[in-house]
């Protein structure tokens, strides 16, 4: 497992590339002159040798294909086999023949490339990241080796670098060119690798084997080194800078273990052997071996080797593996902790909780709308009963029926013309009269029942109006408001009393008062003009003398007369006197049951029938309401369930997360005291 990175940081062509393929003693990755490897490299050893081709999004087969082609033609024997999300294809060669790396990878990872082999363009371009997996024992198996494309070259390749490389890599190895290490371009870059990032960084001044012996001082009183440290000035405290030549390193490697040989040496324009010494080594048992051994000493390679598996390995060792620990639990608590953010974020928003939230709200509304509806009709109905006009339609109102219905004038027409003409019609009084008024009675019942049809008939048509307004308007609403009718108002009579016109009292008044007047007018007779007359001599009989005697006999007669008189004159005024007496009669009696009782019986009816529907209304409107109350009651106890259930869910989910991301904030803050750490040990050694 790789526990250890090393990130090789550099402009192209200052010998990155060229410096891995010497940790592996061949040259396994391709070096150009041209600005090179597009795509970050991983290198890192392993039992056989392969390539692993890495992109974001599956590779398909035929795009593959082309490769498998080309591998083929170009006589490399390998399997190239994706894993199972089709995302990574790997090829696993069948021999470990540095060669074959060397020319996929050139068909791969170049630059040139496209121009060279334009078929395997689409794979290309699909290839986010190259791992090489090299059989070499040279380099420890916890070791990952990055070559990246010059840090400047490629954008994206930057972002990449800074975010997801460096923050997981242990050292930073630094090369420049020996020819230009003063101005180093990426010195910004490199501020901010030591300073944010907290990164240990090495110098390799490469490309040594160009430079005069007395400029190699690492310790940088002059030469490159110099001028290294006047560019670092205030960036990096104390940097380690170390001359190495990784092209003289590679070459020696290569000629050990005979993948080159002395002539290759000789024919390589790059390697300047001086001739003295070229004289002196091959004059040794084994030239190859010593000239190997001088170029490798010339390099410079082992000790920065030497220098570098030490820190990595003494300084950094605990580090390495405390880090490479914490970084597992610090990606795996985040892993877990995401899908458990995801369900409390769906628990948060439950629909279902939302859905009744606004049948409530809905059912709440619906209640308030019933309640000013049921308000709007009571009003109107009240209205109505007053009597006005609502929505066009006309309406008298109650009250005002009634007093028309009752009025002296509709009485006048409807029963006393009736029964005064009745009166009047043949011999109808005087059978009346002769049957104890009997007739007359029926005939007013009669007269009376139709009277009080009609006015039935009438106030049942207003309520009928009225009423199935109202009702209308409650069904047009949408209400179920099943209303029985209440039964028709129906006035009724009473029995009609006993009318009875007697006339004796009249007689007797007519008769006292004749016996009053002719008694009186005879005395006055008697007393005036016959004073001196003799009562004796007229009648020849002898009378005791009696004083006013005139007065007491004519008063007598005069009240005799007067009497008889009375009664005549009374008996023949009889009918019309008989005619008005009933008709009076008649009329308090209306008065008194029609006008006072039945009118005010109708009202107080029409009151009630009133209040009647107005409650049935209301006990309707209270039963909906109570009904939907009820419903509102059954969701608001769901809700809160429902609530108390996702607050439940939430707090234990989030109990979980809080307590992973404590563990992965807690991981992740030892891996960075442990860079810390090692960087602040390191320098204070130094
Ligand atoms: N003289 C000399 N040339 C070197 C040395 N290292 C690399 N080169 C050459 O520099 C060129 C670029 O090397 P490469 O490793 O591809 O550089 P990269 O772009 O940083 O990966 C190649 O031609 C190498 O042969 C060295 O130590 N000395
Ligand atoms: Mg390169």
Known sequence: MVNIALFFLGEFNVGKTTLINTFFGDTYLPMVLEECTAKVTYVMVGETMKVVLRAQQPIAVEVVQVLREFLSYSGIEADVHPDETFNNWVVEYKSNYPEDMYRTLSAIVTLTAD?????????????????????????EEDIALVDSPGVHSITETHRKVTEDIIPNCHLVVCLLDSQSAGNEHNRDFIAKLVKERQRKVFFVINKSDQLNPEEID???RRGPAKDLLRCLEGTVQNPEIFFVS?????????????????????????????YNIRNQLEQAPNPGEEIANYLMNRSSFQQFKNRLLDY???????????????????????????????????????????????????????????????????????????????????????????????????????IFKLIRQWLCTGDNLTKARKNKYIPLQ??????LDNYLKSVSAEINQSIEQYENFVKNQILENGYNF??????????????????????????????????????????????????????????????????????????????????????????????????????????????????????????????????????????????????????????????????????????????????????????????????????????KDV
């Open 312 to 414: 990595l390995y003494t300084e950094n060792r605990e580090g390495a593996v405390l880090t490479s620990v914490c970084r597992f639990i610090r990606d795996f608590a985040y892993r877990y902790a995401k899908p458990l953010e995801v369900k409390i974020q769906l628990a948060q928003q439950n629909p279902r909780l939302e859905r009744i939230r606004k049948e409530r709200q809905r059912l709440y509304q619906e209640i308030q709308n019933n309640s000013k509806f049921m308000e709007k009709l009571i009003e109107q109905l009240n209205a109505l009963s007053e009597g006005g006009n609502i929505n066009d339609e006309k309406f008298e109102g109650q009250n005002h029926l009634i007093n028309r219905l009752f009025s002296r004038q509709s009485i006048e027409n409807e």
């Open 218 to 220: 690492p310790q940088g």
């Open 115 to 139: 121009e060279e082999f334009p078929k395997l363009k689409i794979l290309r371009e699909k290839i986010e990241e190259v791992i090489a997996i090299i059989p070499e024992s040279s380099v």
């Open 482 to 683: 099943q209303h029985t009718s209440l039964s028709k108002i129906n006035l009724e009579r009473g029995a009609i009393v006993a009318i009875d016109a007697s006339l004796a009292f009249s007689y007797i008044l007519f008769f006292t008062g004749g016996i009053l007047l002719g008694g009186v007018t005879g005395a006055i007779i008697g007393e005036g003009f016959l004073s001196q007359f003799s009562w004796p001599d007229y009648l020849g009989i002898a009378l005791p003398i009696i004083p006013h005697i005139s007065a007491y006999i004519l008063g007598g007669i005069g009240a005799t007369l007067g009497g008889i008189l009375g009664l005549i004159a009374r008996s023949m005024g009889g009918d019309e006197i008989r005619r008005e007496k009933l008709i009076e009669k008649i009329s308090t009696y209306i008065e008194k049951t029609l006008i006072q009782g039945l009118k005010e019986k109708t009202k107080t009816e029409l009151e009630t029938r009133k209040n009647q529907l107005i409650s049935d209304i209301q006990t309707y409107f209270d039963d909906l309401n109570m009904q939907l109350n009820n419903q509102i009651r059954k969701l608001a106890e769901e809700e809160d369930r429902l609530q108390k259930a996702q607050q439940e869910l939430i707090q234990r989910l989030q109990g979980k997360v809080d307590k992973l991301n404590e563990i992965a904030n807690h991981a992740h803050e030892i891996i960075e005291t442990a860079f810390k750490t090692n960087l602040t040990n390191t320098n």
């Open 246 to 274: 990784a092209l003289y390193a590679l070459y020696a490697s290569q000629l050990l273990r005979g993948s080159i040989t002395l002539s290759d040496i000789d024919k390589n324009e790059k390697i300047h052997i001086p």
């Open 442 to 447: 029926e005939k007013l019942g009669e007269i």
